[in-house]
């Protein structure tokens, strides 16, 4: 396939940066090359290949050393922001925190402040309904626009078809759109629960530093925290090789540079069971963890 790199290091692309490398790539930075993204969907399928679809990849565990599939990168980015109406556009690879920021200190928008150092992209916020401290992006979605990935043409959802959930929509659900870009409506602020907890604050003093994807276990509910789990089983910095659990935050799974994905699902694995053991709670992950099966 003429459009595909091969044997390319794709370890930035996660934010654990465990060693990886991706047997075919291609990273997409213009509308102007959706037509190739179909070319290679069809390419991979008559191989039996599968694809990985990146933006950021902050909330992405690689667990492989070379993916045998077809990864592509979602660099498509801008965004504008209209004063009179509150309607924001924007594209799929940008950061979720640099467009909260920018709306506040350039156009006094305030709206997304929780946002603020929220790692990840947009498209990543969308898929995963990302939150923080109450705040949803289902809250403000309109709508978005989609390469239908089984015939190639280009669609809009609108949010009654993202059948949002905690940490779910039907991007994630049926995996067949490729994200262009989405519309949020900025003129009201629709909370899941108040909080006035100053997150800039958190993020900065509170939050570990250094290689993760932030919490990596979701919470069984609002009244137990998977930080709190995990510290009771004793695990706080619990590490396994180059795999460690922050001595600042619980939930927090680090890599210090020097493992592999092997240490990573070595110690999840060990906290998955001691929790269940201790608790008879069984704690999901809310970061995916990549393989090679199919």
């Known amino acids: ?56 990849g902050t909330n992405m565990l690689f667990a492989f050393d070379e993916y045998e599939g077809v990864v592509i990168k979602n660099s498509l980015t801008g ?39 929220l790692p990840g992209s947009v498209a990543g916020a969308v898929y995963w309904n990302a939150g923080c401290f109450g705040l949803e992006i289902e809250n403000n979605f309109v709508s978005c626009e989609v390469l239908d990935l089984e ?8 949010k009654n078809d993202m059948n949002f959930k905690y940490r779910d929509s039907i991007l994630k659900q049926e995996r067949k759109y490729f994200i262009i870009s989405a519309i949020f409506d900025l003129s009201k602020k629709v909370e899941k629960y108040h909080s006035d907890i100053d997150n800039i604050d958190f993020r900065e003093n509170k939050q570990p530093k250094g290689n993760s994807c932030w919490s990596f276990f979701k919470n069984p509910s609002r009244d137990i925290s998977a930080w709190f789990l995990i510290e009771k089983v004793w695990l706080k910095w619990h590490k396994i090789w180059g795999a460690y659990f922050s001595d600042k935050h619980a939930n927090f799974l680090m890599h210090d540079g020097h493992g592999t994905y092997k240490d990573m ?13 201790e608790f008879w709670i069984k704690i999901e992950n809310e970061v995916q963890i990549i393989t090679n099966k199919k």
């Not at 699902?265 to 053991?277: F, M, P, R, T, W």
């Open 151 to 158: 015939n190639g043409q280009v669609s809009t959802l609108l």
């Open 79 to 117: 965004w504008d922001y209209n004063k009179e109406s509150k309607i924001l556009k924007t594209f799929w690879s940008e950061s979720i925190w640099m467009i909260a920021e920018k709306l506040e200190n350039v156009y006094c928008q305030d709206l997304w402040h929780r946002f603020i150092w």
């Open 265 to 277: 699902l070595q110690l999840i694995d060990v906290a998955q069971e001691k929790v269940e053991k």
């Open 1 to 56: 396939m003429q459009y595909l790199e091969q044997h390319i290091d794709i370890t930035y692309l996660s934010n654990y940066k465990t060693p990886a490398t991706a047997r075919w790539y291609f990273e997409i930075s213009s509308q102007q090359e959706l037509g190739k993204i179909f070319e290679i969907i069809q390419w991979a399928q008559s191989k039996d290949l599968k694809i990985l679809w990146i933006s950021w």
